[in-house]
T-cell receptor
Framework: AQKITQTQPGMFVQEKEAVTLDCTYDTSDPSYGLFWYKQPSSGEMIFLIYQGSYDQQNATEGRYSLNFQKARKSANLVISASQLGDSAMYFCAMRDHTGFQKLVFGTGTRLLVSP | DAGITQSPRYKITETGRQVTLMCHQTWSHSYMFWYRQDLGHGLRLIYYSAAADITDKGEVPDGYVVSRSKTENFPLTLESATRSQTSVYFC??????????FGSGTRLTVV
């Protein structure tokens, strides 16, 4: 069965600093997708970034980048130049390839950005 | 407006009552999902659907029923609500390749 592990319940970072949120995954499927979502205090789930298992390069979206280390089965999210608005819960998720697009989520990391 | 909408946003119900959470999407996405979010568990999949009239169980389906007679609607019914079903429920949809897009969630309290 597929599993996502986020070992950091909470992280603190100062504004303008970079922060890395950890995510490890477990799957026997050679083809999979990895996602990060942000959930601010308002509650909505916001898609941030996607990495396919066959992608040669690490995904980047603005200040977000995904540090994909396939051999270590890790997909850490790096947020550069943190902003106060980055304070939120962050979820790592994996899509299996049964063809039904389901996502399996980790338990999340709460990030707090301080001035 | 285009998007995915859930209703109601908040619901309080009593133990044993039947309650239905509604989900409507305007993109004609094939895939739709119901997740519940609980502290310490992240989001767990309740049911999903690949198309109209095609549904299947997820990780935590007990006590829930879904239907999908039309592509755009995917209601979730709690047949006899229990306190353990107090949670935030998210509906989501996706096309064949894209990420899941989530609704705003329904906060359900069972008393």
């Amino acid at each position: 069965a597929q599993k996502i592990t986020q070992t950091q319940p909470g992280m603190f970072v100062q504004e303008k600093e970079a922060v890395t949120l950890d995510c490890t995954y477990d799957t026997s499927d050679p083809s999979y997708g990895l996602f990060w979502y942000k959930q601010p205090s308002s509650g909505e789930m916001i898609f941030l970034i996607y990495q396919g298992s066959y992608d040669q390069q690490n995904a980047t979206e603005g200040r977000y980048s995904l540090n994909f280390q396939k051999a270590r089965k890790s997909a850490n999210l790096v947020i550069s130049a943190s902003q106060l608005g980055d304070s939120a819960m962050y979820f790592c998720a994996m899509r299996d390839h049964t063809g039904f697009q389901k996502l399996v989520f980790g338990t999340g990391t709460r990030l707090l950005v301080s001035p | 407006d285009a998007g995915i909408t859930q209703s109601p946003r908040y619901k309080i119900t009593e133990t044993g009552r039947q309650v239905t959470l509604m989900c409507h999407q305007t993109w004609s996405h094939s895939y739709m999902f119901w997740y519940r979010q609980d502290l310490g568990h992240g989001l767990r999949l309740i049911y999903y659907s690949a198309a109209a009239d095609i549904t299947d169980k997820g990780e935590v389906p007990d006590g829930y029923v879904v239907s999908r007679s039309k592509t755009e609607n995917f209601p979730l019914t709690l047949e006899s609500a229990t306190r353990s079903q107090t949670s935030v429920y998210f509906c989501a949809s996706s096309d064949r390749q894209g990420a899941l897009t989530f609704g705003s969630g329904t906060r359900l309290t069972v008393v």
